[in-house]
């Protein structure tokens, strides 16, 4: 089915390790995004690439890089987990300001 | 920046009766478009419904519609004949007309249907 593929769906890290999520679409979507979700904070953005090979910082970047690989892909990577770094992830693609934003199914990312 | 706010975290309803979840905004721009998501256990974000700034008329799909206020920057979200489906959280989101960057989102409202 055509939309925004998220993986893993759960991780689970030490303080100090790192990791990469992958987020790919297949809407020929020029927009992604990546987003946390804490509770009583809705979403917050921490990354987005408005075009293929542009990335520019959102509301809560620190202790993350992104990579826009391709038009399809867009990585969002820990360098060194932190327990504040805890929460869901959610990638998500747009092709448009009207249409709003089509979402993966989530990352929940635990560090200990 | 644009805020959105969401100022009842829960709210519960009965099943077959309506609902309406709140939401206002503040922003300085005249055109915009507003988004209701639900999030069920799931964890999967659904749109729900959209408004266009400059559409007077309130949007309505199926058993979900938005009293649109723009003067009161108000956009609330009504659901009819509530059913067991709907228990979900509800996000509000804003996104600028002007400029080519990110949804802002309310912190959600949880809604409990009960039978």
């Known amino acids: 089915n055509a939309g925004v593929t998220q993986t893993p769906k759960f991780q689970v890290l030490k303080t100090g390790q790192s990791m990469t999520l992958q987020c790919a679409q297949d809407?020929?979507?020029?927009?992604m995004y990546w987003y946390r979700q804490d509770p009583g904070m809705g979403l917050r953005l921490i990354y987005y690439?408005?075009?293929?090979?542009?990335?520019d910082k959102g509301e809560v970047p620190n202790g993350y890089n992104v990579s826009r690989l391709n038009k399809r892909e867009f990585s969002l990577r820990l360098e060194s987990a932190a327990p504040s770094q805890t929460s869901v992830y959610f990638c998500?693609?747009?092709?448009?300001?009207?249409?709003?934003?089509?979402f993966g199914s989530g990352t929940r990312l635990t560090v200990v | 920046a644009q805020t959105v706010t969401q100022s009842q975290p829960e709210m519960s309803v009965q099943e077959a009766e309506t609902v309406t979840l709140s939401c206002t905004y503040d922003?300085?721009?005249?055109?915009?478009?507003l988004f209701w998501y639900k999030q069920p256990p799931s964890r999967q974000m659904i749109l729900v419904i959209r408004q266009e700034a400059y559409k007077q008329q309130n949007a309505t799909e199926n058993r979900f519609s938005v009293n649109f206020q723009k003067a009161a920057k108000s956009f609330s979200l009504k659901i009819s004949d509530s059913q067991l489906g709907d228990a979900a959280m509800y996000f509000c989101a804003y996104r600028s007309w002007y400029e080519d960057n990110d949804m802002r989102f309310g912190a959600g409202t949880r809604l409990t249907v009960k039978p």
């Open positions: 690439s408005a075009s293929e090979g542009t990335t």
């Open positions: 809407m020929n979507h020029n927009s």
């Open positions: 998500a693609s747009s092709a448009d300001r009207f249409y709003g934003y089509t």
């Open positions: 922003t300085s721009e005249s055109d915009y478009y």
